[in-house]
């Protein structure tokens, strides 16, 4: 029997690596923990676990950088299969708020990613179209997504000689979100020449080329969008929408009469007469705007409406689109699953003030995150990956599977405290023994402000250093990492580097400052994951800045020591020595990041050529262009004129 999945790798299994994968595989399905300490390989454990799986996979990982680092990695696993990748696609996002104490109104402002809304697509797309899909996702999985039935029955097939007029063909594309833009051919659009459509379809690489030839179609073909030149000639293909919220027209019709039912029935509800008509204006002006082009600001607010769904019910999100077997593994489930229990609470809290002062209907409420209680209903068949793993995992799984022996025969570092007196001054000296070594240095703070502090008091003592924290964006903390490792930079100063999942050979030093302060930073799972930072270098060795030591310090290095007392043995009774890790260092950050860099870049240099083009024309003559294309409800425009003419 041919296997779904096939891993692709020059390596075998090794270390713990053999017996892990055979307990994993023997608990499924079912739900288990992998307890892998860092660097043991828990990531290739995992993709053969899937190759002996015959289902879908879903991955969630508590953030996109890690997102995107798996799915650079399965994708090299699995170059045979489909690999997609779910983040939420917003560059920026301010959610709609209003704040009753200072009577302010803050409008849902947003930036989308348009490469990241392709993949997206993508991903729901082949989620329908092949069973051998692996998905990728952050937490943006349990968001509200379209409906996967509405989503299918509205996909099409067209076949070669199929009889079809080209007003019908881009009739049906119109239906399904596409939109005809015979001047740029980015996702989701297609192009007219004469009896030939190109379609731009978001979830392939390259673009269908139809030719029609009296009213049938006469060929049909892939074609590369950049050089035209054609890939492959097809017989039949399936068109699926361009974006996950499509409805069949009688759908929304109902939808409409529902919406102003909900709306009448609400109004006398409401205490003001100013937060009534507010209402009634707002409302009435979507259902027009949804009437006639299919669409509104907010339109997924209303998303109840159109699925049809009673109060309560949870709306459809990714997992939806997934079969009713399929496996699911989260990564870092120490910070996953604490973000899968928290985003509904926030979600409620915002939107209550909305509907309470007349900005939104109280069916808002439906179009939110999945609850936890929710999301368990989808866990029939998960693992859970974390070297610290939780006490829910622990007290959820049926199998706990320990990873502690490393493929590379490495250790866990050796720990020291030193006492915080003159620990500056001792902090240089060990980054400068570690530097003319050949080696890198981690240095761990509890803020923001000392990670900058630190950072120039380093500088000072002239030590090439550079300071990351959150308020970096993802591609400059993937550069400054690869800088590190480069050599460009000595030593990295940051808050919280876990959320990197750093893996860095060339770090043989990481000094934990304030080691002795408990907090969320220093409890024992921080601590044994700072330590694991320094795991893929023999050289290794972590210094505990304390003046004391606490509860989480003796536990950690409890913790610490017995994995070393483990690895050294395996070592010794299998004649093994230990080599560092050796990896390339990659030229640039990882390929989906720089894509989605890039999209985003094109995106803010298309609204500044629309600003240049504003610069030709007066005040008073972009007041009268505002207002008209206020009339004709190309809302886009007016508000991109509103925005140049406040920064004038």
């Given at each position: 029997?041919?296997?779904?999945?096939?891993?692709?790798?020059?390596?075998?299994?090794?270390?713990?690596?053999?017996?892990?994968?055979?307990?994993?595989?023997?608990?499924?399905?079912?739900?288990?923990?992998?307890?892998?300490?860092?660097?043991?390989?828990?990531?290739?454990?995992?993709?053969?676990?899937?190759?002996?799986?015959?289902?879908?996979?879903?991955?969630?990982?508590?953030?996109?950088?890690?997102?995107?680092?798996?799915?650079?990695?399965?994708?090299?696993?699995?170059?045979?299969?489909?690999?997609?990748?779910?983040?939420?696609?917003?560059?920026?996002?301010?959610?709609?708020?209003?704040?009753?104490?200072?009577?302010?109104?803050?409008?849902?402002?947003?930036?989308?990613?348009?490469?990241?809304?392709?993949?997206?697509?993508?991903?729901?797309?082949?989620?329908?179209?092949?069973?051998?899909?692996?998905?990728?996702?952050?937490?943006?999985?349990?968001?509200?997504?379209?409906?996967?039935?509405?989503?299918?029955?509205?996909?099409?097939?067209?076949?070669?000689?199929?009889?079809?007029?080209?007003?019908?063909?881009?009739?049906?594309?119109?239906?399904?979100?596409?939109?005809?833009?015979?001047?740029?051919?980015?996702?989701?659009?297609?192009?007219?020449?004469?009896?030939?459509?190109?379609?731009?379809?978001?979830?392939?690489?390259?673009?269908?080329?139809?030719?029609?030839?009296?009213?049938?179609?006469?060929?049909?073909?892939?074609?590369?969008?950049?050089?035209?030149?054609?890939?492959?000639?097809?017989?039949?293909?399936?068109?699926?929408?361009?974006?996950?919220?499509?409805?069949?027209?009688?759908?929304?019709?109902?939808?409409?009469?529902?919406?102003?039912?909900?709306?009448?029935?609400?109004?006398?509800?409401?205490?003001?007469?100013?937060?009534?008509?507010?209402?009634?204006?707002?409302?009435?002006?979507?259902?027009?705007?949804?009437?006639?082009?299919?669409?509104?600001?907010?339109?997924?607010?209303?998303?109840?409406?159109?699925?049809?769904?009673?109060?309560?019910?949870?709306?459809?999100?990714?997992?939806?689109?997934?079969?009713?077997?399929?496996?699911?593994?989260?990564?870092?489930?120490?910070?996953?699953?604490?973000?899968?229990?928290?985003?509904?609470?926030?979600?409620?809290?915002?939107?209550?003030?909305?509907?309470?002062?007349?900005?939104?209907?109280?069916?808002?409420?439906?179009?939110?995150?999945?609850?936890?209680?929710?999301?368990?209903?989808?866990?029939?068949?998960?693992?859970?990956?974390?070297?610290?793993?939780?006490?829910?995992?622990?007290?959820?799984?049926?199998?706990?599977?320990?990873?502690?022996?490393?493929?590379?025969?490495?250790?866990?570092?050796?720990?020291?405290?030193?006492?915080?007196?003159?620990?500056?001054?001792?902090?240089?000296?060990?980054?400068?023994?570690?530097?003319?070594?050949?080696?890198?240095?981690?240095?761990?703070?509890?803020?923001?402000?000392?990670?900058?502090?630190?950072?120039?008091?380093?500088?000072?003592?002239?030590?090439?250093?550079?300071?990351?924290?959150?308020?970096?964006?993802?591609?400059?903390?993937?550069?400054?990492?690869?800088?590190?490792?480069l050599g460009v930079f000595d030593c990295l100063v940051g808050v919280n580097l876990l959320r990197e999942g750093l893996d860095i050979p060339e770090v043989a030093l990481v000094a934990i400052m304030d080691a002795d302060l408990e907090s969320f930073l220093r409890d024992k799972r921080s601590l044994i994951q700072i330590i694991g930072r320094a795991a893929r270098n023999k050289q290794a060795h972590v210094i505990l800045y304390a003046d004391k030591i606490t509860d989480s310090m003796k536990l950690a290095l409890e913790e610490t020591a017995r994995r070393r007392g483990l690895q050294a043995q395996y070592n010794k009774d299998h004649n093994i020595t230990a080599q560092t890790v050796s990896r390339t260092v990659v030229k640039s950050i990882i390929d989906i990041q720089k894509t989605i860099a890039q999209a985003?870049?094109?995106?803010?240099?298309?609204?500044?050529?629309?600003?240049?083009?504003?610069?030709?024309?007066?005040?008073?003559?972009?007041?009268?262009?505002?207002?008209?294309?206020?009339?004709?409800?190309?809302?886009?425009?007016?508000?991109?004129?509103?925005?140049?003419?406040?920064?004038?």
């Amino acid at each position: 029997m041919i296997k779904l999945f096939k891993i692709q790798s020059p390596f075998q299994p090794a270390g713990d690596q053999p017996q892990t994968i055979e307990k994993l595989n023997n608990q499924r399905p079912g739900l288990s923990t992998l307890m892998g300490v860092t660097g043991s390989g828990k990531t290739y454990t995992i993709a053969h676990v899937i190759q002996n799986q015959e289902k879908p996979v879903l991955i969630l990982a508590p953030n996109k950088t890690l997102a995107a680092q798996l799915y650079e990695e399965f994708s090299l696993f699995f170059p045979k299969n489909k690999v997609c990748y779910f983040v939420s696609y917003y560059d920026y996002y301010q959610p709609e708020s209003y704040i009753p104490s200072q009577d302010i109104y803050i409008a849902k402002e947003t930036k989308i990613n348009p490469e990241i809304e392709r993949l997206r697509v993508e991903a729901s797309a082949s989620l329908i179209n092949r069973r051998d899909t692996i998905v990728i996702a952050s937490v943006s999985a349990i968001y509200s997504l379209g409906n996967p039935s509405d989503y299918r029955n509205l996909a099409f097939s067209i076949n070669k000689n199929q009889k079809i007029d080209r007003e019908t063909l881009m009739s049906q594309l119109i239906k399904i979100q596409y939109k005809r833009n015979d001047v740029e051919s980015s996702s989701g659009t297609f192009q007219v020449f004469g009896t030939t459509i190109e379609v731009i379809l978001p979830y392939q690489k390259e673009k269908l080329r139809i030719e029609l030839f009296k009213g049938a179609i006469d060929t049909l073909q892939w074609v590369d969008r950049f050089n035209n030149t054609v890939k492959m000639e097809l017989d039949n293909t399936i068109i699926f929408p361009a974006k996950h919220f499509v409805m069949p027209e009688e759908q929304k019709k109902k939808a409409l009469i529902t919406i102003e039912n909900e709306l009448k029935e609400w109004l006398p509800q409401l205490k003001k007469e100013i937060y009534k008509e507010r209402l009634y204006q707002r409302v009435m002006h979507d259902i027009e705007l949804i009437r006639e082009t299919g669409f509104c600001s907010g339109i997924e607010n209303y998303s109840s409406h159109f699925d049809g769904r009673i109060e309560g019910q949870p709306p459809y999100c990714l997992f939806d689109f997934f079969p009713e077997d399929f496996l699911i593994a989260i990564d870092e489930s120490h910070l996953t699953i604490p973000q899968l229990r928290g985003m509904y609470a926030g979600d409620k809290s915002r939107k209550s003030n909305l509907i309470e002062y007349g900005f939104r209907l109280p069916s808002a409420y439906n179009n939110r995150p999945l609850k936890f209680e929710e999301i368990e209903r989808y866990f029939k068949d998960v693992i859970f990956v974390s070297a610290t793993p939780g006490p829910y995992e622990l007290e959820k799984s049926t199998e706990i599977v320990e990873q502690i022996i490393r493929p590379t025969g490495l250790i866990d570092p050796t720990v020291t405290i030193h006492s915080r007196k003159d620990q500056m001054n001792h902090l240089c000296n060990e980054i400068q023994k570690t530097t003319e070594q050949g080696f890198r240095t981690l240095v761990m703070v509890m803020t923001k402000k000392l990670a900058e502090d630190t950072a120039d008091y380093l500088e000072n003592k002239k030590i090439s250093v550079c300071y990351l924290h959150s308020e970096l964006k993802t591609p400059q903390r993937s550069e400054l990492i690869q800088k590190l490792r480069l050599g460009v930079f000595d030593c990295l100063v940051g808050v919280n580097l876990l959320r990197e999942g750093l893996d860095i050979p060339e770090v043989a030093l990481v000094a934990i400052m304030d080691a002795d302060l408990e907090s969320f930073l220093r409890d024992k799972r921080s601590l044994i994951q700072i330590i694991g930072r320094a795991a893929r270098n023999k050289q290794a060795h972590v210094i505990l800045y304390a003046d004391k030591i606490t509860d989480s310090m003796k536990l950690a290095l409890e913790e610490t020591a017995r994995r070393r007392g483990l690895q050294a043995q395996y070592n010794k009774d299998h004649n093994i020595t230990a080599q560092t890790v050796s990896r390339t260092v990659v030229k640039s950050i990882i390929d989906i990041q720089k894509t989605i860099a890039q999209a985003s870049k094109r995106k803010q240099t298309s609204k500044k050529s629309i600003a240049t083009e504003f610069n030709s024309y007066s005040i008073p003559e972009l007041e009268a262009q505002m207002n008209e294309a206020a009339e004709r409800f190309d809302f886009e425009t007016a508000i991109a004129i509103r925005d140049y003419l406040l920064k004038k």
